[in-house]
């Protein structure tokens, strides 16, 4: 096993507020899982040696959110990436961990130029009574003039050690949308860097969550601004219940040279117990005086009279909470614009048991 540090803060804090990074330990090996395309409108899976050697050492050199420390790990053990390039349309994809120890999935996805694309990913776990580790991880180029929309939907299963890791290029005149939706797993891990190296280039993500009984889930994302003219957006939704924990570490780097940029962020979370925790760290990073950052939070209990309202026409508090929670993730939902897209993951998540057995 090695001790990992994952998710940093640049540059860090005081270490008294425990936010600046957190430690994970990982396995000497780890099984691989591919994703499966059940519809593959313009997508083709390619083989390593079909890379150019100019694409290989892009995907080779992009950061994660996760970190160098993590990026180097993966590499260490020898976890191989499975590459697509996508040249327009809409395709799903599947990533089904099959209960192994240890899994990992790793993605290199190349959006061709002037291309407008959108994949959905469905991740899911078996429900186990033992921990599990399941890593994702994908890089994406974002070619000149290009659009690439990437929608996940995390369920790796009750009792899953879950690392979520993202890397993303954005040429000039490209733009890249996540909209990431998290439910379950015990111990969660999401991250995100984006590097709008090119001008006029655009990146947000929207992400929507529901933490219950002893879930933890640790956010990193941080958006830099290099090109000029950039503009981004982070919104996060989500709710926490029971004794759940959550720290979120929000960044946008507008680097010397941007000017024109412009970058805002945003946090909404409904803390429905007094005994969830919550952490929020909003940095915003200026090296360019001609930039625009914003960045606000709104964090608090269940409106009482909302409560009211909703109980005095016919449902029980229980419902209550869960159509609230409910809410936060279709915030985030509604960032998809894509009807059938938005049908599916709407479906699943109100089937979904978002409290489990600690649900009041």
């Not at 090996?29 to 059940?38: L, T, W």
């Not at 961990?97 to 899911?124: P, V």
């Not at 409106?303 to 005095?312: F, H």
Request: glycine share 10%.
């Amino acid at each position: 096993m090695a001790d990992i540090k994952v998710n940093s803060l640049i540059p860090p804090t005081w270490n008294r507020l425990k936010v600046n990074d957190i430690t994970l330990q990982m396995p000497d090996r780890m099984d691989r899982c591919d994703i499966s395309f059940e519809n593959k409108d313009g997508i083709k899976a390619c083989a390593e040696e079909s890379i150019t050697a100019e694409t290989r050492k892009v995907f080779e050199d992009l950061q994660t959110g996760a970190g160098a420390e993590f990026d180097g790990y993966v590499k260490s053990i020898g976890c191989r990436s499975s590459y697509i390039e996508v040249s327009g349309g809409t395709a799903e994809g599947k990533v089904s961990f099959d209960g192994s120890e240890a899994e990992n999935c790793m993605i290199g996805i190349e959006a061709k130029s002037n291309t407008e694309s959108l994949i959905y990913i469905d991740i899911s776990g078996a429900d186990l009574q033992s921990d599990t580790l399941k890593v994702l991880q994908i890089k994406s180029i974002v070619r000149k003039g290009s659009k690439l929309k990437i929608v996940e939907l995390s369920h790796p299963g009750d009792n899953a050690i879950y690392i979520n890791d993202l890397g993303v290029l954005c040429e000039e005149d490209a733009s890249f949308e996540l909209v990431r939706i998290s439910l379950g797993g015990s111990s969660n891990t999401e991250s995100m860097y984006c590097e709008l190296a090119g001008n006029r280039s655009h990146a947000s993500a929207d992400i929507g969550y529901v933490m219950s009984g002893e879930r933890n889930l640790d956010q990193n994302y941080l958006i830099r601004h290099i090109g000029k003219e950039t503009t981004c957006n982070i919104a996060s939704h989500g709710a926490l219940r029971d004794r759940a924990q959550k720290t979120f570490r929000g960044s946008i780097d507008f680097i010397t040279g941007c000017s024109g940029s412009q970058g805002e962020e945003n946090e909404d979370i409904l803390l429905m117990d007094d005994t969830v925790g919550n952490k929020t760290v909003p940095l915003i990073l200026c090296g360019e005086e001609d930039v625009a950052g914003a960045h606000g939070a709104s964090i608090g209990r269940p409106d009482e009279e909302q409560l009211y309202y909703i109980t005095a026409r016919g449902t029980d508090i229980a419902g209550a909470y869960r159509m609230l929670a409910k809410a936060k993730i279709d915030s985030a939902c509604m960032a998809i614009e894509n009807e059938e897209i938005m049908e599916k993951v709407s479906a699943f998540v109100e089937n979904y048991d978002l409290f489990g057995a600690e649900a009041k």
